[in-house]
């Protein structure tokens, strides 16, 4: 993975990237990766597909469920971390806003060692300093990191229920916006193919 929580690694990180493109702004949404002993219906079809990319200038189609995939296997999706960085390739513009979910997307040992063996080749960037960022978080009890409640993001004053959540208004706002770019722009790119 190329985010760490505490010093801790994961297995990997799939990142859905969504980008602006009246201002270039992009949003990653991340998700780490856990080993499971169980296999994902929905991320089996997709490694399925992955791993016939080995070449450059491979081309395949995935039709599935984005929801499904994002939201595999984690019932903690509306808790969050979240910071202004950058790219993880180059050029490494910092034009990216990071959103790294709680909860972990969980891949089966067979899954992990196909997707190694075939798409991630070690291309994973390390970790960098913070620089001076600020990582904010969308819930109001930290115990996987060090953020202290003065990094608690949303409005403290606001009751919390186990059927509600609460964004600030400015994460939930670019939130939404790059989901919408990000189906117009998938949209425009399957018209494309057909």
């Given at each position: 993975s190329e985010h760490r929580i505490n010093g801790?690694?994961?297995?990997?990180?799939a990142h859905f990237v969504h980008q602006n493109p009246s201002t270039n702004q992009l949003a990653v949404l991340s998700f780490l990766i856990i080993e499971s002993k169980h296999e994902d219906t929905e991320w089996r079809?997709?490694?399925?597909?992955?791993v016939t990319l080995n070449?450059?200038?491979y081309q395949t189609v995935y039709e599935g469920n984005l929801s499904a995939l994002m939201y595999a296997h984690t019932d903690s999706y509306q808790d969050?971390?979240?910071y202004n960085g950058s790219l993880t390739t180059p050029p490494c513009s910092e034009?990216?806003?990071w959103i790294i979910f709680h909860g972990g997307i969980e891949f089966s040992d067979n899954e992990l060692q196909l997707l190694h063996k075939y798409?991630?080749?070690e291309d994973f960037r390390e970790p960098q300093p913070l620089n001076n960022r600020i990582v904010l978080r969308s819930y109001p009890k930290e115990d996987d990191s060090m953020l202290t409640d003065q990094y608690y993001c949303c409005n403290k004053q606001q009751p919390q229920s186990s059927t509600s959540f609460v964004y600030s208004y400015f994460t939930w706002q670019y939130l939404l916006l790059f989901t919408i770019s990000c189906f117009i722009s998938l949209k425009l790119y399957l018209s494309r193919l057909y």
């Open positions: 801790k690694k994961y297995a990997g990180e079809t997709y490694v399925d597909k992955a070449s450059t200038g969050f971390w979240w034009n990216v806003i798409v991630f080749f």
